[in-house]
């Protein structure tokens, strides 16, 4: 954790420095999967802590192509495949992935075969295959809550690197706060819809470590201060997205554990999550002292005069009704992979992207889109029927689903996020196993 400080601050006074760090920490987790023994550990929690660190390392300039964060997922859930195979059963997001190809057939016809066609082709399927790659690696696998915790932890750490960067790039809000408008003065430099939805996520994996509590009372302490201080550039970001994805997380996280624990665990939980609400509200209201009462405007959907805004979706709405009626003039095939933006141009006189898979899916993919829909939707929910345990299954789905709602794939963390949702958790200590083996003998 004080590493990742110290990281926050290089990348505050000498940015290009992340570039070297970039490249450090692959070389650093490609030792540590070809090294250690326990390689699926290795390979999970390399690709948690490039998930975590994928936002910063594009704010900072340390990636040579925009989606290296994706490809690097990819590479690391990939090593893991040629270690350990794939279950025969994860092929369905293997079909998932081909009900997709038709339509950058529809693209080829439509675009020249140059380097724009390959770009969009890239950008808009780096996000489905690094979902592919992570639900088949992840698919049937099970791991230790102990080792899921070691994911997350990983994940949070270039998270607070990140926060620190964010907090030191603009230090007084104030004098670049100039309306309701989510900013990137507020969240680096960079896009703040993306900072805020791995803010979000940072929030609730540190979130759901206050409930299921660090055994360290000091490190617990210190990881509950990062809580606090995550979820308030979260909010002074000014995009709403992330933030209530993490509140919808966090709900489903609670109620879960809640209601699958004993009644002395749920007097712990109660008073643990009244701290919790009291803590939210106090950032809450220094937020908006901080911003002079512009979040709280933000939040109710006005704008700086106080004036209700006619469009609380502001133009989304209208992108998601063309993408249904794109879907209705092309049912079949879609317009094609990327043709989206294209077909916006011609019939609204905008380029503005949605940033809804799901609405994309139908313009895009036809009916293939809607059968590709429909294995992400149950094939994790007939996993779960059959007896796959984790105390994470609904909050992480609950990210995946309302993340490509708001954001699309634009980031690897719905995709990766996805794929720990089909994790089995083994929640027995070795203790616990050694003590039914000498009972069992």
Request: proline share 3%; with cysteine; glycine share 8%.
């Amino acid at each position: 954790m004080l590493l990742h400080v110290g990281v926050g601050l290089l990348a505050t006074v000498f940015r290009p420095a992340m570039i070297a760090y970039f490249l450090l920490v692959v070389v650093y987790f490609l030792y540590r999967i070809i090294v250690l023994p326990n390689k699926q550990r290795e390979v999970l929690v390399a690709a948690s802590y490039m998930v975590g660190a994928e936002v910063f390392f594009r704010m900072t300039k340390a990636y040579f192509l925009y989606e290296t964060g994706k490809y690097m997922v990819i590479v690391f859930l990939v090593i893991g495949m040629i270690y350990h195979g794939f279950k025969r059963s994860s092929l369905t997001y293997f079909v998932y992935f081909l009900l997709l190809l038709p339509g950058v057939y529809v693209s080829y016809l439509n675009i020249d075969f140059d380097d724009k066609f390959r770009q969009t082709i890239l950008f808009n399927l780096s996000g489905p295959i690094c979902l592919t790659v992570a639900a088949m690696y992840c698919y049937g696998r099970t791991v230790t809550l102990k080792e899921l915790f070691t994911c997350l932890d990983f994940l949070v750490y270039p998270i607070i690197s990140m926060t620190i960067y964010v907090y030191f790039y603009n230090i007084n809000i104030q004098e670049v706060i100039t309306g309701t408008a989510s900013t990137s003065a507020t969240s680096g430099g960079f896009g703040p819809n993306q900072v805020a939805t791995v803010l979000g996520l940072g929030a609730f994996a540190l979130y759901s470590r206050f409930l299921i509590p660090y055994k360290n009372k000091i490190l617990h302490l210190v990881m509950m201060f990062w809580l606090m201080a995550i979820t308030h550039r979260a909010i002074i970001t000014f995009s709403r997205g992330g933030v209530f994805v993490a509140i919808a997380m966090m709900g489903v996280f609670t109620f879960m554990l809640y209601f699958s624990s004993g009644v002395k665990t749920k007097f712990k939980l109660s008073y643990r999550i009244i701290t919790v609400v009291a803590a939210i509200l106090a950032i809450w209201v220094f937020s908006v002292l901080q911003t002079g009462g512009l979040i709280a405007n933000r939040y109710a959907n006005e704008d700086a005069l106080g004036r209700e805004k006619a469009d609380v979706t502001t133009g989304r709405a209208k992108l998601i009704d063309a993408d249904f009626q794109a879907f209705s003039s092309n049912p079949i095939f879609g317009l094609g992979v990327g043709q989206s933006k294209s077909y916006y141009e011609e019939n609204l006189n905008t380029r503005i992207p949605s940033h809804n898979e799901i609405s994309r899916m139908f313009s895009e993919h036809g009916v293939f889109g809607i059968l590709a829909l429909f294995i992400l939707l149950f094939a994790p929910l007939i996993s779960k029927m059959n007896g796959r345990r984790n105390i994470f299954f609904f909050p992480f789905i609950a990210f995946w689903l309302l993340t490509i709602l708001h954001s699309s794939m634009r980031i690897a963390a719905p995709a990766f996020i996805y794929g720990l949702a089909l994790l089995n958790i083994n929640y027995e200590t070795p203790k616990d196993t050694v003590r039914r083996e000498q009972i069992g003998t």
